[in-house]
Every structure is written in C-alpha cells, then in structure tokens.
C-alpha cells in the first residue's frame, strides 16, 4: 500500500519486546500511548499478541503519522486508534492537554528508540507530560540505548553515538542517571532497568 514504511529496527526488536510487554502489561484491558511510533507497525503487532490492550499512536511527522495509518488498515488492527500529530516539546503536552478522543489517562506511555534521535528537549518534554497523562501506578517505557555512568556500554554503541552526532549535534544516546533525575524530578520512580538484545535497554518508570 501507499505510504507503509517497513522499519528494520521494527523486525529487530519486535519479540524481545513483545516479551517484556507481556510481563509488565498482563491483566486488565489497557490503554497504551505511544510516542514516536514512527512506521507504525508496533501498534498492530503488539494489540495482535495482547488483545487486553488498545493503542494510541503519535508522530510528529506527517510521513510518520501516513505510514501508521496505513499498517493499521492493512492489518485490519481495531485496538489500534487513529494516529495523532505529538510534539512532546509543545507546552499542552508538557502541561498535561491532549487530544479530544484520549482517555483521562493512560495505563502505559512507551517511546521506542526516539530519545538519541531528537534533541535533548525531547526527552524532558516527553518524561514531563508523561507524568501528566498516567494514571496512578502508570507506566513509562523506555526502549533504546543508553549509556551508563556517562559509558558507553559497548563499541557499537560509541560508533552510532559518533554517526548520530556527526548528523545532528543536538541528537546522541543519553545518560541512563541523567534520564532517571529527570523522571525523578517529575515524580516518577525508577522500576526497573531490563537488559534487551543488541546492547539496548528498557527504563521502565511508575506514577
């Protein structure tokens, strides 16, 4: 179809994931946000696998958001609602607005591998409305790399901080204490840190 963009990463991480969703997500009919859902085929495949959850995908860019679209048709995915246009660095996010048809609050907020391609002002704007749209016990999940103690975790990962920098100076993978203060700072504790494949991690913070 027109406008299906295929995401390498997407195939990568799509089981691993799917497992730690499964973990943190069980029970009770869900509603999940996600951030930067880029080509949009996360939402389909993770509803597909855990019917308890309905999903609300974002983009700020209009490729993105046509892309999303259009998997969630091919798919005939109905837990996946229509995708909206999200600038987690604009005000009404931070200050807690959103859009019309969104439920009061969200069960679970998940950005995939957004913070390291974006400015810093990104990763605050995104842990500083998602304080505001989870409910209580709520969750925010992190996928991506990170570094530790200000490290790299791996050669791989200093490599594609350097090519993500050479691309963009305000772009680069983050520090995972520095990521932890500002959530901090924003009344979300630290739950959990779970090793992914490929020298990624989860950071999964609670309301």
């Known amino acids: 179809m027109p406008h299906m963009q ?7 991480n799509k089981e691993p994931m799917l497992g730690v969703l499964r973990n943190l997500l069980a029970g009770n009919d869900k509603n999940i946000l996600e951030i930067a859902s880029g080509s949009g085929q996360h939402g389909p495949y993770f509803t597909n ?3 308890n959850l309905t999903w609300w995908p974002t983009d700020i860019n209009p490729a993105a958001l046509a892309s999303i679209q259009a998997w969630t048709e091919h798919l005939a995915a109905t837990s996946v609602k ?3 246009q999200l600038d987690v660095t604009g005000q009404a996010w931070r200050n807690g607005g959103g859009f019309a048809d969104w439920p009061v609050a969200f069960d679970g907020i998940l950005s995939m591998n957004m913070i390291h391609i974006a400015p810093y002002e990104a990763t605050t704007g995104l842990i500083e409305g998602a304080a505001k749209h989870l409910l209580k016990t709520g969750k925010l999940m992190l996928y991506g790399p990170f570094k530790r103690q200000n490290k790299h975790t791996s050669p791989s990962n200093e490599a594609f901080d350097q090519s993500l920098q050479s691309r ?3 772009w680069g993978i983050r520090n995972l204490e520095d990521i932890i203060e500002i959530a901090e700072d924003n009344n979300l504790t630290h739950h959990q840190t779970i090793e992914m494949p490929a020298n990624n991690l989860v950071v999964v913070f609670e309301r």
Do not use: K
């Open 6 to 12: 295929d995401a390498p990463a997407f195939h990568r």
């Open 49 to 51: 696998a855990l019917p």
């Open 82 to 84: 229509p995708p909206q």
């Open 168 to 170: 963009d100076p305000s």
